[in-house]
């Protein structure tokens, strides 16, 4: 019986690694994505960013508007999940934020806004976000914090 067990979970363990391992085009799709070659061959160039898409996330943030929107904020952190996996495509979505942030003629009462569009990219989206914002955080907080500052 003992025997039987053995040759059961064997069989068992030997059906569950076929069924686990993806079928040989998937495989290969899943490859290609990851070396940054398309099924074809052809050279994928994964830092390329979207303008078109860049343009509608800009309007997405001007319509953010003085105060804190939550809704508004879950949907700009969701359009930026897209831009996650890239360094190019993380820093070019945060300069859209960034530029507004750090300047003196963007509304000073739309700056905590944006603030609060930073920490959701940090907290939810993470990705290559995390290191382009930690490199770049002290250079605009000070600015923020004293133009907000100033406003009161």
Same mark, same amino acid.
């Given at each position: 019986?003992?025997?039987?067990?053995?040759?059961?979970?064997?069989?068992?363990?030997?059906?569950? $690694?076929? @069924?686990?391992?993806?079928?040989? *085009?998937? !495989?290969?799709?899943?490859?290609?994505? #990851?070396?940054?070659? %398309?099924?074809?061959?052809?050279?994928?160039?994964?830092?390329?960013?979207?303008?078109?898409?860049?343009?509608?996330?800009?309007?997405?943030?001007?319509?953010?508007?003085?105060?804190?929107?939550?809704?508004?904020?879950?949907?700009?952190?969701?359009?930026?999940? $897209?831009? @996650?996996?890239?360094?190019?495509? *993380?820093? !070019?979505?945060?300069?859209?934020?960034? #530029?507004?942030?750090? %300047?003196?003629?963007?509304?000073?009462?739309?700056?905590?806004?944006?603030?609060?569009?930073?920490?959701?990219?940090?907290?939810?989206?993470?990705?290559?976000?995390?290191?382009?914002?930690?490199?770049?955080?002290?250079?605009?907080?000070?600015?923020?914090?004293?133009?907000?500052?100033?406003?009161?």
């Amino acid at each position: 019986m003992a025997g039987n067990a053995a040759g059961t979970s064997g069989d068992q363990q030997a059906g569950d $690694d076929h @069924a686990e391992q993806p079928p040989p *085009a998937a !495989a290969a799709a899943a490859d290609a994505s #990851t070396a940054g070659v %398309s099924n074809n061959g052809d050279v994928v160039d994964d830092d390329s960013v979207d303008e078109e898409q860049l343009e509608e996330y800009q309007e997405m943030l001007d319509s953010l508007g003085a105060h804190p929107d939550k809704v508004k904020i879950n949907s700009l952190s969701m359009v930026a999940e $897209d831009f @996650a996996s890239s360094t190019a495509q *993380a820093s !070019a979505l945060y300069k859209c934020i960034r #530029t507004p942030l750090i %300047s003196k003629q963007a509304p000073v009462d739309r700056k905590l806004s944006l603030v609060y569009v930073i920490d959701s990219l940090l907290k939810n989206v993470r990705g290559k976000f995390i290191p382009v914002i930690e490199t770049d955080a002290k250079a605009w907080m000070p600015v923020v914090f004293e133009q907000m500052s100033e406003e009161q």
